[in-house]
Structure formats: structure tokens, C-alpha cells
């Protein structure tokens, strides 16, 4: 196994393709996670200032997330018109679950942010859009923060399906390896994207705490 | 000046906030908006900032009708204090004070600067405009909640329960300090209480409403206390009006008579005789507590052998602190002190009712009875 590894990494087209891999894998992954917050924050925002629209939101969003991902791949080039190994496919895909994942985290995190706060913001005189980027976002980025978490991992493992329909990324040397069968490569595949996963969660963390420096300032309540 | 012209509010399902209610604030004063939950006081303020729109009737502000204004801008414009303080958890003391100078496009530098000077106006200190909320006590983040709604140096200013979140002791702190801020500014504040004591205490005129957002009573406080219009405002005021009537009426010709006093750390040579309570002083002469009749000195005295002295009376101020004074007293007789806390003589619950007999139609006076303390 471990003279497998050595044997493994000792050829340079297979660390290239590695980390060409990787590359697609981060790719077909962020993508869709970036552009699934931009997506779920107007939504979520829609659902809680439109109360007969969250009903249908909520629920659309829970019938996109029961989809098999496989299926999605499948099916979504005859519906969009893209060639079946486009990585459009997956990052279209991945997009609408990200963005249903997100939603209801989205509308509950603003929901939470106190009334007493939004309301001292309406009477400041913030007009609504302006309140809603400066108090109510930042506000709900603690919540929001865990929910991308999640998002971020689901994202990373469900790109290796993408793998099965002929996407690159890690699931490449799991379709390559199954049938060999070649355990390396497996491993390989399997270390690469837990790595990648617990890369991007730190990240996701670091983002957390330089955006919310509020949430650790020491509680030295003193008296008044 | 604010001016309600009958307004009316009527909500969607029929509940009716506030009816053809017409009011006049006079500019430069504090009003104070009073009654129980559902009077529609909270309603009524926020018609002020457009909050709420009425459903009929005009809100003037100085003679020019709100409606015509921008709300957002109109808001700028009018400071707005509410309970729980409703600071923005996300910025710093000093950013929050800023607020309403950034909407306006005051450099951030000097939005920041005035901000810290308007933190120590309130009675905080510089240091704590880099802090959090979060990391400021209740009565602090209501200081910081008051000097946000100065920081543009509003014309307006509507508070709605500011004090009440916070416990008695910082509340009556809080009062003290709006007053003061008040002389110094004479802004046209706008205040809602559901506490008549607070209503009477700050208020130069107290509207009172009851449910369903009819004005019972508008009348300066004193006038409030010693002439309810009817039997709700009778009993909304409180079955000791009578009591609190006293805030109004000064205690000069209150004379305090002498007492055996100690000093915290005389010896048992030092106190005077042991058949009666001896009020023990400290070493700036201010009251610290009783020595009980007959105890006994071992050593120099301390504080623990003290009963504690009651509540002070502080001469000028009215009559109903000099006989709680009294009747707070271990002993019935009340202590009085200098405005600096120094310790004049005593009075009994019996001189003040005297005083109050002797004077049987006290000449109301417009707004309580100021008087200075440390």
C-alpha cells in the first residue's frame, strides 16, 4: 500500500493530473457554492419580507434538494441544451442546491436578527436596502456562516458523482480505480477530498471571524 | 412644536390604536405620553417619524405637515430612543453614536470624534466608544442609545420606554441625567412611559391616554396629581396621588432639629448617652447609620454596628423626600443633609404633616421641584 502511494507519487503525470484534478474539484465546487449564496441571500430576503412567497420557496427549494444528484446530471443537458461532460452541468446543478440548502438557513438568520435593532435602523433613517446590507446581513452572517458550512462540504463530495457522467475532478480516480481495481488511486481520491473539505471549512471559519470581530469582544461589563 | 391633528389610526383587522386624538407639544419641553398597554402611546409617537401613518387627521411639525417629507430624511432628523437601547450589536459604541452624521456623509474621522464627545456628555467615558455593546451594562447602553439620537443634534427627540429595561437604581440615575441633558439642550422631547411616577417626574406636561387611544387628561403634573379629570385618571395615577402630590410642593420652613450624633471610629468614651439612638457621621460629617439605644461600644466604632440610616432628605428638595425621610427612618426621625451630603439635623413625620396642615392650599407649581444632589 504504502510502496503503492510512493510508486504513485513518484510518477509526474500522475501528480499532474492530481492536481489538475484538485483544480477542477475546487472549481466545480466553489462556483457554485459563491454563486448559491449570491442566490439564496436575495431569495431568503424576498421570502421574509413576502410572506405568501415563502411557502412556495421553501417548498420548491425542498423538492430541489430531494433530486438525486446523478439524475440532475443526467437530465439537466436535455433541459439546458449543454453537451453531458460540460462542466456547466455540474456547476448549474450544484448552484440550485447550494441555493436550495441555503434557504431556509438564509430566512431563518434574518428572521433572528432582533426587532428592537431593525427597527432603531428604520429610525435612524436607513432606507430598506441600505439597512438590509449594513444591519441585517451583517448581522445574520453567525447563522449563515454554519449553513455555508454544511453547503461546502455537500458541494465537495457531491462533485465526485459529477465523475460518473465523464465531469473532471477528485471522482475521476474513483472511476478510474473502481474497475482496475486500484486501491492507491482510491485512497488517494478518497484523502484529497476530505483534505480539500476540511481546507475550505478552515477557510470558511477564518471568513467568520474577520467578519464578525463583535462576537468575541470580551464581555467587561462594568458598572454603569 | 409637534401638533396632532385628530389624528386616527385603524389597523387592518379593525383595532382601533388611536382616536381623533389632537395634541400640541410645545417646542423646547419634555412631554411625556402616559397610560396603560393598548393606549395607543407608542403609536401615537411613531406617527411622529412616520413610522406608522395615520389612517386619518396630520401629523405638523413645526406647522409643516410630515407627510410631505421624506420619511428616511425625516427620520435623519429626529432623534429616537427606544427601549432596550436597539444599539446595532455589530458596531462599536463610537460607530453606533455615529449613525445618523454617516447617513448624513459626515467624514467618518470626524463623525467618530464628535461621537466620542457626545459619549462623555451622556456620561460615559471615551474609552468606552471602542467597545461593543454586548460589553456595555444595560443603564450604559441606554446612555450610548441617548447620545446616537443627539448625535445630529436633532430638534425632535421621541423616546419610547427608554428606562424601562434597566433596574430602579440605574433608571433613576437615567432621569436625572435627561433632566440635566434637557437644561442644557431644551430639545423638544417626546417621551412614553407607561410608569405615572416617571410621567409626573419628568414630563413639564403629561398627556394621559387610555385604551383605545383617547386622550383622558393633558395638564402639567402637579395639576395632574391634585385634579384628575375623571376616575380613570384618578386611578391610573394611583391610589396615593396624595403622597405623590408631595413632589411638588417645596419644604422650605421645614426646620431639622438637633440629634446626638458619633463619629465612625470614636471610641466608647466618645458616644454620648446610651438611652437613645445616636446617628453616627463619618469623618466629612455625612449620615451613615443609626447606633441602637443601649449597644455597646467595644474598641472604636465601626459601620457594622450601625442600623441603616433610611432615605435622606436634601434640603430644598420637596416635601415627599423629607417625609420618606422620616418614615423610612429606624427611628422616625429623618436625616437631613446639604446638597453635598452633609448632615444638617432631623425632622419627624410629624413636622412635615404639620407644615402640610399649616399651608392648606399649596400653590401648584408648574413642573417638580428641582433640587441638586451629589
Redesign the interface.
Known sequence: MFEGLIRYFSSSSNREVLFEQLGQHVYLSLVPLAAGVLLALPLGRLAQRLRWLRAPLLGGANVVYTVPSLAVFVLLPSVIGTGYTSSGNVVIALTLYTTALLLRPVLDALEAVPEHVTLAATAMGYRPHRRFLAVELPLAVPALTSAVRVASVSNISLVSVGALIGVGGLGRLFTVGFPMPDTVRIVVGIVATVLLALAVDLLLVALWRLLTPWERAGKAVSRS | MIEFRTVRKQYDDGTVAVQELSLTVPAGTITVLVGPSGCGKTTLLRMV?R?VEPSSGAVLLDGKEIRDSDP?????G?G?V??????????TVRDNVA??PL?FGTSRRKARRDAEELLERVGLSRELGK??P???????QQ?VGVA?ALAADPPVL?MDEPFSAVDPV?RA?LQQELLRLQEELGKTVLFVTHDVDEAVQLGERVAVLRQGGELAQYAAPAELLARPADDFVASFVGKDRGYRGLSFVDSSGLEPGPVDTVHIGDTSADVPSRAGWVLALDAQDRPRGWLPPGSTVRGRLTEDQLVAVGSLHTLGCPLREALDAALSSPTGRGAVVDADGVFQGVITAGQVLELIENRRHPALTEGAVQCSRD
Open positions: 417619524n413610522m428616511a430624511e425625516l427620520r435623519r429626529i429616537y427606544i427601549q432596550q437601547a436597539g444599539l446595532f450589536p455589530h458596531r449613525t445618523v447617513l467597545r461593543y454586548g460589553q456595555l451594562s444595560g443603564g450604559q446612555r446616537r421621541l440605574v440615575g
